[in-house]
C-alpha cells in the first residue's frame, strides 16, 4: 500500500542560541531530518504522487537535493530514477544517490546544463521529468512545511517572519503559498541568498528575471542561474512581503559551523545560508533599518537541510574559502 505522503511531519524546534543571539524566540523547522535530508521531498513527492503513477522512469535535474528526494520516491513507487547533476555537485552526492539505487549522469557545469540533458532524455527516453523548484505541484507540496506548523502550534503562534533560502524559488513559492493558505499574509518572509547564487536578489535589483552569467558561489544547491517567474511575481507582489537578502559563502559556512555546534545538526552551505540571517546579522540589521519591526514576534527558520556535505566536504570548502580570503 502507498502510504498517504511521503514526508514525515518535521519537529519545531525552539533554538536557545539563536533566540539569545537574537532577543526574540526562534524556531527551526527542521526539514533537515526529512527522509531524503531536505524539504525536497514535500513537494516532489506530491507531484510524483500526482504524474508517476503508470511511468516507466523518472529523471531529474538537480544540484542534489531534489535528486536524492526524486531517487527515494521512486525506489518507494518501485521506478527507475536517473538523477542528473551538474560537474559542480561534490562526488559525495554522487555517492548518495547511487546508495539511493539512482542512475547518475553528470553533464554540464552548473544545473542549468544538467536540466537541458533531463528535458532530452525526458524526450528520447520517454521519461517522466521531475523539476526541481518550477512546477505548480512542487509549490503544493511545499506549502505543507507552513500548514504543518500552524496545525502543530495552532494559530496563535503568529511568526514575526519567516527565514529560507532561495535556489529556483521553488520552496519560497511554496512557503508563500502556504502562509497565504493559513491567513499570515502580514508576515514578511526573509529570502537568503549566498553572493554569486543570487537570481532572485539580481531579479529583485533589476525589477525584472534576470539570468546570471555563472554560479561563483559554493552553496551549489542554490546554484540555479534564473529564478523562476512566478518567484519574481510574488517578490513584487507585496503579500507577504518578500525580503531578498545576500551573505558570503564564509557567512554560510560559519552558520553551518555554529548550527553544528549548538544544535548538533549537519546541514549543507544552501542551508547555512538561512541560518547565517540570525548568525550573522541580517535580521537584526533590518530591524535596525526598520524593514522588520522592533520587538520582532517569533523567528521561523526553515532548516532546508541537504545531503551535499560531510566531515571531509566541509574542510574542502573551508580550504578552499581560505585560499580566496
Ligand atoms: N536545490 C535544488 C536546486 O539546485 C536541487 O536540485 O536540489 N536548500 C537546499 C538544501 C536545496 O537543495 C535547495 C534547492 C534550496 C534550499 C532552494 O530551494 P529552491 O530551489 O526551491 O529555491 C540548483
Not at 24 to 32: A, F, H, P, Q
Not at 85 to 106: I, Y
Not at 131 to 136: A, L, S
Request: hydrophobic residues 40%; contains cysteine; aromatic residues 4%.
Amino acid at each position: 500500500m502507498m502510504a498517504e505522503h511521503f514526508h514525515i511531519n518535521t519537529p519545531l524546534l525552539e533554538s536557545l542560541g539563536m533566540s539569545k543571539r537574537l532577543g526574540t524566540t526562534v524556531y527551526l523547522k527542521m526539514e533537515s531530518s526529512q527522509p531524503s535530508g531536505s524539504f525536497k521531498i514535500r513537494g516532489i513527492g506530491h507531484l510524483c504522487q500526482q504524474v508517476a503513477g503508470n511511468s516507466k522512469g523518472v529523471v531529474c535535474s538537480s544540484g542534489g537535493n531534489a535528486g536524492m528526494a526524486t531517487a527515494y520516491i521512486a525506489r518507494k513507487m518501485g521506478l527507475p530514477a536517473t538523477i542528473v547533476v551538474p560537474t559542480s555537485s561534490p562526488v559525495l552526492v554522487v555517492q548518495r544517490l547511487q546508495d539511493e539505487g539512482a542512475t547518475v549522469k553528470v553533464i554540464g557545469k552548473v544545473w542549468d546544463e544538467a536540466n537541458t540533458e533531463a528535458l532530452r532524455l525526458m524526450e528520447t527516453e520517454g521519461l517522466t521529468y521531475v523539476p526541481p523548484f518550477d512546477h505548480p505541484l512542487l509549490w503544493a507540496g511545499h506549502a505543507s512545511v507552513i500548514t504543518e506548523i500552524v496545525a502543530s502550534v495552532g494559530p496563535n503562534l503568529k511568526p514575526g517572519a519567516v527565514v529560507l533560502s532561495v535556489g529556483g524559488g521553488g520552496l519560497l513559492c511554496g512557503v508563500v503559498q502556504g502562509i497565504k493558505a493559513v491567513g499570515w499574509t502580514d508576515v514578511p518572509i526573509v529570502a537568503m541568498e549566498t553572493v554569486g547564487a543570487d537570481c532572485l536578489n539580481a531579479a529583485v535589483k533589476a525589477g525584472r528575471v534576470v539570468t546570471l552569467d555563472d554560479i561563483t558561489s559554493e552553496a551549489k544547491c542554490l546554484g540555479a542561474k534564473t529564478v523562476c517567474k512566478k518567484a519574481f511575481e510574488y517578490s513584487q507582489s507585496g503579500e507577504p512581503r518578500i525580503i531578498s537578502e545576500l551573505v558570503t559563502d564564509q557567512q554560510a559556512l560559519h552558520a553551518v559551523e555554529r548550527f553544528l555546534d549548538e544544535e548538533r545538526v549537519f546541514v549543507e552551505l544552501a542551508c547555512g545560508a538561512a541560518l547565517a540571517a540570525v548568525y550573522s546579522g541580517v535580521v537584526s540589521q533590518l530591524q535596525e533599518e526598520g524593514r522588520l519591526p522592533t520587538p520582532l514576534g517569533p523567528l521561523v527558520v526553515i532548516v532546508c537541510g541537504g545531503s551535499s556535505i560531510n566531515m571531509k566536504q566541509l574542510d574542502s570548502i573551508r580550504n578552499k574559502l581560505l585560499k580566496m580570503d
